[in-house]
């Protein structure tokens, strides 16, 4: 059987839909929150409004995780780590799916990294691509990526996760997969902060196109395949989170162009990667001149107009 481990939006939202296949597990680490949602069939905090299918077993009992030989980790990209080194050895010899967008702080490394240093037994592999919880709660058909090393398990995964309205491509390229599932969330805030601003769509257009050379710079570092970041993975969900509303990441961008509050219960996986891969660039000498200004305003060095404003008088250049 396949558990999804973490029962935040996205977490609820594939369990959900991945019902359709069959019974599912769908762990979540408090027990209250498993038993309310166990007992009203909705996730009330983090996807309200969904209801829970039947044949979705929810529960608080972590050997529900250890009992599965699949494993959806539907955790914020921050929390992956201290997941694992709690739990690690427990999951020896199962196939992995990291669902998380980001690149961890303290170790700069991805989730699919993260899982092949901290659990090498397993076959580890990350789930990505343009898709919002709410589209995938509600059955809209959303095309994501598989991004496995094992090509074998990445087709076997591929059959097991399609469902009516989850469409599947696949690669073996987890590094350009991790680098475009991060690194589209930093752009995405900046796009927000671009039009919260008010400096508009043409603007935007810049920023999200300047964002993917950038994504582009670091991939080619890190010898990822450039046309893994052309794909739904990179492309595909920089265009969806630049654009959308229903993105956090955007939301919160906005709030800063409109010095607004935005509320810090929600997770921003752009807010660590930017730290992460400000940090990266600055060593490794690659320009992202975005990703550190994202990061100099959340930093408190910058002020989010006076980010905006370096970021529009740039030395004149070749595209
Ligand atoms: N919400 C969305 O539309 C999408 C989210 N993602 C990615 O999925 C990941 C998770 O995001 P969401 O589910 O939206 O976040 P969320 O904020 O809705 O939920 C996060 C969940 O993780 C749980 N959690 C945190 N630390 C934990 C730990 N150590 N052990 C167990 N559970 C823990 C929390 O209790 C919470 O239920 C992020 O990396 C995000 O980028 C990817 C695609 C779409
Ligand atoms: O990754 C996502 C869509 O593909 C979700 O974006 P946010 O985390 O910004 O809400």
């Known amino acids: 059987m396949i558990v999804v481990a973490g029962g935040g939006a996205f977490g609820t939202a594939l369990a959900v839909s991945l019902a359709a296949n069959g019974p599912v597990g769908l762990w979540m680490r408090s027990p209250e929150a498993a038993e309310m949602a166990g007992r009203i069939r909705e996730n009330t905090k983090r996807l309200p409004g969904v209801a829970l299918p039947e044949n979705i077993a929810v529960s608080a009992d972590i050997d529900t995780v250890f009992e599965a030989e699949t494993v959806l980790l539907a955790l914020p990209a921050q929390q992956l780590r201290s997941f694992l080194e709690q739990f690690g050895e427990r999951l020896s010899g199962k196939t992995l799916v990291a669902c998380a967008k980001g690149i961890d702080v303290e170790t700069m490394a991805g989730p699919v990294t993260l899982l092949e240093r901290m659990v090498p037994d397993a076959t580890s592999a990350m789930l990505t691509g343009p898709s919002f919880a709410a589209d995938i709660a509600r059955g809209l058909p959303t095309a994501l990526t598989i991004a496995c090393r094992d090509d074998e398990a990445g087709v076997r995964l591929q059959h097991a996760l399609t469902t009516p309205s989850l469409r599947f491509y696949r690669t073996t390229d987890t590094r350009g997969a991790e680098l475009g599932g991060a690194l589209k969330n930093v752009v995405a805030i900046a796009s927000g902060a671009c039009i919260g601003k008010g400096y508009g769509d043409s603007a935007r257009a810049a920023l999200m196109t300047r964002g993917f050379a950038?994504?582009?710079?670091?991939?080619?570092?890190?010898?990822?395949?450039?046309?893994?970041?052309?794909?739904?993975?990179?492309?595909?969900?920089?265009?969806?989170?630049?654009?959308?509303?229903?993105?956090?990441?955007?939301?919160?961008?906005?709030?800063?162009?409109?010095?607004?509050?935005?509320?810090?219960?929600?997770?921003?996986?752009?807010?660590?990667?930017?730290?992460?891969?400000?940090?990266?660039?600055?060593?490794?000498?690659?320009?992202?001149?975005?990703?550190?200004?994202?990061?100099?305003?959340?930093?408190?060095?910058?002020?989010?107009?006076?980010?905006?404003?370096?970021?529009?008088?740039?030395?004149?250049?070749?595209?």
């Open 214 to 319: 950038e994504m582009q710079r670091l991939a080619a570092f890190f010898e990822a395949e450039p046309q893994t970041l052309m794909g739904l993975s990179g492309f595909g969900d920089l265009t969806l989170t630049c654009t959308s509303e229903l993105s956090r990441n955007y939301r919160f961008g906005l709030a800063w162009g409109r010095h607004e509050d935005f509320d810090k219960s929600l997770t921003v996986e752009g807010v660590h990667t930017a730290l992460a891969v400000a940090r990266l660039a600055e060593k490794e000498q690659i320009d992202m001149p975005i990703t550190r200004l994202v990061a100099d305003v959340v930093n408190g060095v910058l002020d989010v107009d006076d980010a905006l404003q370096q970021l529009l008088s740039r030395p004149l250049k070749e595209e």
